[in-house]
């Protein structure tokens, strides 16, 4: 039986060569950071609406973005969930974190299956997605309803990131 060590361990606590090396503080023991929003959808919100809800800085490691709804949005509403980037040369991915999650009834939509009850992997991503998620520049993350949702509905958003 042999013992082991991850990569970031074998660097700060047994590295080979003796010399110690620094790793990201956000993959060891870095501060768990959450953003959170709600929004109430009115009769004028409608498909292909874009939801700011918060703002991550460059290099934020994203390991998990829930979705909460107080009541269906409506029969078969999705959202995606993803991030515009502040400068344009870089590429903004509008569902990046969470793709067509379907949001029928009380439940969260999470992309790492979830934390709550009713939680599942989110819309059509076949796996679950690699986490963490790291941001190549600063930029707002951005809900985006792929249907009408219903007029009243609550959306609740918690993005869970960390940063050095």
Known sequence: MAT????NYAQ?????DGNWKLVPVSEVG????????????VTATAAADVLNVGRLPKDARVWD???TTSVTLGSGTKVNVGIAYDDSALTSDADL???????A??????????LGI????????????????TTVGEGKVQLTFVDDPADGAVVKVFIFYTID
């Open 4 to 7: 082991l060590n991850g990569v």
């Open 118 to 133: 009713g939680a599942v992997i989110s819309g059509v991503h076949a796996t679950i997605p690699q986490v963490p998620i």
């Open 65 to 67: 973005v829930h979705v």
């Open 30 to 41: 870095g501060q768990l950071r959450l953003i959170y929003d709600t929004f109430s959808c």
């Open 105 to 114: 009834g009380v439940v969260n939509r999470g992309m790492l299956g979830g």
């Open 97 to 103: 974190f969470l793709k067509e999650a379907a949001t």
């Open 12 to 16: 700060t606590h047994a590295p080979s």
